[in-house]
Each structure stands twice: as structure tokens, then as C-alpha cells.
């Protein structure tokens, strides 16, 4: 598959597919952003050292989830609502990754990640979402 998508693209298209998805980062290989809001930034990084090796991670509480898929050039990390669907919603980010044109890695490891690293995802999450719905 060619590049067909931007980081910035990937992620208009991850929330078109869910209305559920309330804000996301798309990161280089390093760790570097790309796309998002740079208060995401940091909670996403976390969340994808939790499991270095998983190429998908996910954890949910009551206030919603924080879903993240990676392939060997980026990591796409969102935090979604409480009724985001995990498997559609990985399903999502695993596509607008191959849109990125990124080598296609099939999925190694599944991880749960740790609550506090899921709130502290959807605590970042909820100031650029209130901006969003206020405009």
C-alpha cells in the first residue's frame, strides 16, 4: 500500500469512523509527535512503554478507554468514550496505520494497559474534546 494518508489525516479518518473517539496523537518510531494536541503527547508515550513490544494496547474505565496500534514508523493512541467497541476501534487504528505506509506487522501482542496510564490518557483527552464540541 502507498502513503495515502498524513498523520493529521490518519487521525481526522480514525474519527470519522467513531464517534466514540475523543481525541488522538499520531508519534514517529521515537516517540515524536506528529499529529494530536501536545497534551496528549506525553500520556500516549506512556501508555506505548507499558508494553514496548505490543503492537496493540487497550485498557478501559468506567469514563471510557485508551486504544493504541503500532507498526515499525508510527504509533496512532486515542482516547475514546466509554461505549468505543475495542476490536473495531483497534481494527480502526491498524487501517489509518497501513494508510500511513507503514511496513504491515500482524499483530505480535495484545496488551492490557494499566489503569492509571488510561486515566491519565483520557484526563489529557477531555481539555482539547471541550474545546472541540465548544467550537
Keep these: 500500500m502507498t502513503t495515502a494518508l498524513t ?3 490518519a487521525l481526522d479518518y480514525v474519527r470519522e469512523l467513531s464517534a ?8 514517529d518510531a521515537r516517540g515524536d509527535l506528529l499529529a494530536g494536541p501536545e497534551a496528549l503527547a506525553e500520556p500516549a508515550r506512556a ?3 507499558t508494553a514496548p ?3 496493540e494496547l487497550h485498557g478501559a474505565t468506567s469514563r471510557g478507554g485508551a486504544y493504541a496500534a503500532r507498526d515499525d514508523r508510527h504509533a496512532i493512541v486515542v482516547a475514546a468514550g466509554r461505549f468505543a467497541l475495542t476490536r473495531v476501534t483497534l481494527h480502526d487504528l491498524r487501517t489509518a496505520l497501513a494508510a ?5 506487522v500482524e499483530i505480535r501482542r495484545a496488551e492490557a494497559a494499566p489503569l492509571a496510564v488510561v486515566e491519565a490518557l483520557l484526563a489529557a483527552a477531555q481539555d482539547p474534546f471541550r474545546r472541540h464540541r465548544a467550537i
Excluded: I, N, Q, R
Excluded at 473517539?21 to 499520531?26: K, W
Excluded at 500511513?100 to 504491515?104: F, I, K, T, V
Design 7 to 9: 498523520p493529521a489525516l
Design 20 to 27: 466514540d473517539v475523543m481525541a488522538g496523537v499520531v508519534l
Design 47 to 49: 501508555l506505548l512503554a
Design 53 to 55: 513490544e505490543a503492537t
Design 100 to 104: 500511513l505506509g507503514g511496513e504491515s
